[in-house]
């Protein structure tokens, strides 16, 4: 059973277009993080949530802690093909963190 | 910044070698992890490390181990390499930022057991 469960597992929008992905859960986790990772790379920290309800913005990304902190969202404004990678949640509750498996977006020019 | 580094960006072995994958952090981070990642299955977890000369199991320790005799590096090895072992290995150091524990990631060694 997957604890973290990611949607779409792929996107592929045109650029310039917004989009939604969604990390859910039925475990409350104490904080809920977001990594991007690029072809042939590591995934990158993009941002951390704590707070039930919490929104972080980061230049055109904007993230969200659902209220009872069992799910979390990440939204892209005007999407760019530099936004392309697999972005993964991962929830921490008792060290280590545990991954969703990942949304794969494509964002052609 | 954060560094951490893996030994080998691509690996090719072959069925029945013994294989050392090395990672090496530069910030003094307490714990260290194991990732394998497959197409479908996500990140998953082998093994990870709280402490010097420490390990825990993870999610999919079988036909691994570790060794961390040494603060900043943790090594991951393959007794006898099968084709099964294929995939990309990740290496990730996590340090308590505030409440949280930030993760922060090797680039990676894609293995090839041929």
């Known amino acids: 059973t997957q604890l973290l469960e990611q949607s779409p597992q792929f996107l592929s929008i045109q650029e310039g277009e917004n989009l939604t992905v969604y990390c859910n859960s039925s475990s409350v986790f104490s904080s809920l993080q977001w990594y991007r990772q690029e072809p042939g790379e590591g995934p990158v920290l993009l941002v951390t949530v704590v707070t039930g309800g919490e929104v972080k913005k980061l230049k055109r990304l904007t993230f969200q802690f659902g209220d009872a902190r069992k799910d979390s969202s990440l939204h892209i404004t005007a999407a760019q093909p530099g936004d392309t990678g697999l972005y993964l949640c991962?929830?921490?509750?008792?060290?280590?963190?545990?991954f969703g498996k990942g949304t794969r977006l494509s964002v052609i020019a | 910044d954060v560094k951490v580094t893996q030994s080998s960006r691509y690996l090719v072995k072959r069925t029945g070698e013994k294989v050392f994958l090395e990672c090496v952090q530069d910030m003094d981070h307490e714990n260290m992890f194991w990732y394998r990642q497959d197409p479908g299955l996500g990140l998953r977890l082998i093994y990870f490390s709280y402490d010097v000369k420490m390990k825990e199991k993870g999610d999919i320790p079988e036909g691994y181990s570790v060794s961390r005799e040494k603060k900043e590096r943790f090594s991951l090895i393959l007794e006898s390499a099968s084709t099964n072992q294929t995939s990309m290995y990740l290496c990730a150091s996590s340090i308590l930022q505030g409440n949280t524990y930030e993760q922060y990631f090797g680039p990676g060694t894609r293995l090839t057991v041929t």
């Open positions: 991962a929830g921490e509750r008792n060290t280590p963190l545990v």
